[in-house]
């Protein structure tokens, strides 16, 4: 598969290794995705550069008012994160249903990100959320809003030979008068990939008597988790509740390009279900922000 | 380019072992293929059905999916570390006892995952128990027995006066 295994134990050093390997080296955290796309050959490297032992990448904490998560945070310990649970259960909620227990022990948010999938769980959830990822190179750093991590025809907008993520962060809904909640569907509870999910934020005024902002991401109905930035402001300005929701998933759906496969279904069934699934997050949202009063 | 082995050095199955590796090589073949012990199966080889799950450092992982090298300094538990024919493992017993076995190939993945739950929740509730288990798929038993007899083990490892396992 490959020639050689580097195994920093500092940032500086696991980017000085992919400087050497001039693009032909890519980071390897938990290896989930990454392992089988270079047995498969979607991936020809010459070397990997495994940053699992640079500790310090590996933490979830609340810091000036926003939830900071280290790229090496695994999916484990995310489900598990008593500060996630409290400020963020859409994310807590999103790497719960991740793989297995297996894959959670050992799958880590930066490769969910990274690896670009329009179904990623926990991406998904982080976009509702506005996160914003810290990128680093031998160049510098740089904060990136998650969006802006994908190209639009799919995949990674970072450059996998130079770069890594090393940090998501965002501002826990609750802070600012919203709440979110994250919604999926699969064949089955445990190791299954989403026929769709969806993670959505709202937010209110001060009495809750009318949407201020909203956030809408689907997945897989496009390239890349795709936000519904109509169906967003459909909600936006009016009140919450069930009027507006409907007219909102429904705009939604109209959003969503779906293909047709033959594992997830076919593309009317989930637009339908789109639709469905998008309501009952608005819905969920909106129990969390009403019972909070 | 020459593929450099290192040597790896970390504990299994509660002894030190260092072995000559190659970057590439995944602890599913280093333990099979290399070191003989194949108690650990291959069953889907992509991380879908825990045939191949280990222990490292107390969490279940998919061998069959984790790079040998990331194991140095770390302690891996296979099958063959929870117990022997004459000294079985309260879980081993357990699957014997209640039927929990019929052709056997998923039974190393399922006595590691459930031995990570037990290690962490001495009394699992049932939920508990199927959610440590759901990474690992068996095409015989229909589970029933399987989940019976992890949480017999749970009462004999509660109650060591029920279990005929000495201590090692
Ligand atoms: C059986 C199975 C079931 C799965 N189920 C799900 C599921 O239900 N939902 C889901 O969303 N995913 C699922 N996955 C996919 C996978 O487990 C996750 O995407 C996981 O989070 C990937 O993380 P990793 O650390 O293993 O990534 P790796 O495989 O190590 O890396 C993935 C990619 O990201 C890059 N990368 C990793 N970390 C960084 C970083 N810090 N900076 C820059 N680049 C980086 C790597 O170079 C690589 O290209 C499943 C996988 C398997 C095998
Ligand atoms: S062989 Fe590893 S999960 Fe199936
Ligand atoms: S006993 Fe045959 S697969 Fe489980």
Redesign the pocket.
């Known amino acids: 598969m490959f020639e050689k295994y580097y195994k920093p134990v500092s940032l500086e050093e696991a980017l000085s290794r992919l400087d050497d390997s001039r693009g032909r080296a890519?980071?390897?955290?938990?290896?989930?995705?990454?392992?089988?796309?270079l047995q498969n050959r979607e991936?020809v490297l010459d070397a990997v550069v495994d940053?699992t032992a640079i500790e310090q990448?590996r933490y979830i904490r609340e810091e000036g008012g926003m939830i900071k998560i280290g790229?090496?945070t695994?999916?484990s310990d995310m489900a598990g994160s008593p500060l996630l649970k409290r400020s963020a259960s859409l994310l807590s909620e999103a790497a719960g249903?991740?793989?297995?227990l297996q894959?959670r022990n050992?799958?880590?948010?930066?490769?969910?990100?990274?690896?670009a999938?329009p179904?990623?769980?926990?991406?998904v959830a982080l976009m509702a959320l506005d996160a914003m990822a810290r990128?680093v190179s031998t160049a510098g750093e740089r904060q990136v809003p998650l969006g802006e991590l994908y190209r639009p025809e799919g995949g990674?907008a970072?450059d996998?030979g130079r770069?890594?993520?090393?940090e998501f962060s965002f501002y826990p809904p609750a802070n600012g008068g919203g709440s979110g909640a994250f919604n999926r569907l699969?064949r089955r509870k445990a190791?299954?990939?989403?026929v769709f999910n969806t993670a959505v934020v709202i937010w209110t005024d001060q009495d809750q008597s009318y949407l201020t902002d909203a956030r809408i991401i689907m997945g897989p109905v496009a390239r890349i988790p795709f936000r519904a930035r109509e169906a967003e402001k459909v909600l936006t300005g009016n009140p919450p509740g069930e009027h507006y929701f409907r007219l909102a998933a429904a705009q939604a759906a109209g959003e969503a390009k779906p293909r047709d496969s033959y594992l997830r279904g076919s593309a009317a069934y989930r637009k339908k279900l789109a639709q469905v699934m998008v309501l009952r997050a608005l819905t969920k949202a909106w129990d969390g922000l009403e019972k909070r009063g | 380019m020459d593929k450099i082995k290192k040597r790896l050095s970390f504990i299994l199955n509660h002894k030190p072992v260092t072995v000559e590796v190659e970057p590439d090589t995944l602890l599913l073949d280093l333990l099979r293929e290399t070191l003989g012990l194949t108690g650990t199966k291959r069953g889907c080889g992509?991380?879908?059905c825990g045939a191949c799950t280990v222990i490292i450092n107390n969490e279940a992982v998919?061998a069959c999916?984790y790079p040998a090298w990331k194991v140095e300094n770390c302690r891996v538990l296979t099958v063959e570390g929870l117990g022997t024919e004459e000294n079985p493992h309260p879980l081993q017993e357990a699957f014997l006892e209640a039927g929990a076995v019929q052709c056997g190939f998923c039974t190393p993945g399922m006595l590691m995952s459930s031995y990570a739950l037990l290690q962490k929740t001495a009394n699992p509730a049932e939920s508990e128990v199927k959610e440590a288990i759901s990474?690992n798929l068996c095409r015989c038993t229909g589970y029933v027995k399987i989940i019976e007899a992890i949480r017999k083990a749970a009462q004999k490892m509660n109650d060591p006066s029920i279990s005929k396992r000495k201590e090692v």
């Open positions: 890519r980071i390897i955290a938990g290896g989930t995705d990454l392992v089988l796309q991936i940053i990448l790229a090496l695994t999916h249903n991740v793989g297995s894959i050992v799958g880590t948010v930066g490769g969910n990100v990274i690896n999938q179904a990623a769980d926990t991406a990128v990674t970072l996998p770069e890594i993520v090393t699969a190791v299954a990939l989403p | 992509e991380g879908e998919n999916l990474g």
